[in-house]
């Protein structure tokens, strides 16, 4: 990501003098392509990869998005406070240097979806229409729409109506 792309970002549009409403202009002025969203403060953006926030998103204070890959949030859904939006990994290494090449994937995150606080999406995950992710989870694989996961690693404990 440039320096200034992370400058503006990171330190002028996730700041707290910003009205929710004005924070979402100042993202879209800064590559990320969101409409009638709510952003509190304190977004962190890091990667050059194309970021979606569909109408009416909640990104709630202090996340972070590793958008080395693409990154979609579709209509509705929300991220309470610390969650990490992750698009990369690296490849197991040898003993001498166990993180490898880097390794992209993507994460999509359906309609309606809420993710609790302190939750963590992987890579390659998506998260289907109406689910929840409790608080504190780790999303390592496919959530099917209507799930409540919880866990570390994130499970499917019941299905939603």
Same mark, same amino acid.
């Given at each position: 990501?440039?320096?200034?792309?992370?400058?503006?970002?990171?330190? =002028?549009?996730?700041?707290?003098?910003?009205? /929710?409403?004005?924070?979402?202009?100042?993202?879209?002025?800064?590559?990320?392509?969101?409409?009638?969203?709510?952003?509190?403060?304190?977004?962190?953006?890091?990667?050059?990869?194309?970021? +979606?926030?569909?109408?009416?998103?909640?990104?709630?204070?202090?996340?972070?998005?590793?958008?080395?890959?693409?990154? +979609?949030?579709?209509?509705?859904?929300?991220?309470?406070?610390?969650?990490?939006?992750?698009?990369?990994?690296?490849?197991?290494?040898?003993?001498?240097?166990?993180?490898?090449?880097?390794? #992209?994937?993507?994460?999509?995150?359906?309609?309606?979806?809420? #993710?609790?606080?302190?939750?963590?999406?992987?890579?390659?995950? /998506?998260?289907?229409?109406?689910?929840?992710?409790?608080?504190?989870?780790?999303? +390592? &694989?496919?959530?099917?729409?209507?799930?409540? =996961?919880?866990? =570390?690693?994130? &499970?499917? =404990?019941? +299905?939603?109506?």
């Amino acid at each position: 990501m440039g320096s200034f792309r992370r400058f503006w970002l990171n330190t =002028v549009a996730s700041n707290s003098i910003w009205t /929710t409403r004005q924070r979402s202009v100042l993202y879209r002025l800064g590559g990320i392509e969101c409409r009638a969203v709510a952003m509190y403060p304190g977004l962190a953006v890091y990667g050059d990869a194309k970021v +979606t926030l569909g109408r009416e998103c909640v990104i709630n204070a202090g996340c972070t998005f590793d958008a080395t890959g693409p990154i +979609t949030m579709a209509p509705g859904s929300g991220l309470a406070y610390n969650c990490s939006v992750l698009t990369s990994t690296h490849e197991l290494g040898p003993s001498e240097k166990r993180y490898g090449p880097v390794v #992209v994937g993507r994460v999509d995150i359906g309609r309606g979806v809420w #993710v609790g606080a302190n939750v963590t999406i992987f890579p390659n995950v /998506t998260i289907g229409a109406g689910s929840v992710i409790g608080a504190g989870s780790l999303v +390592t &694989k496919d959530v099917p729409p209507n799930s409540l =996961v919880m866990g =570390v690693p994130g &499970k499917v =404990v019941r +299905t939603l109506d």
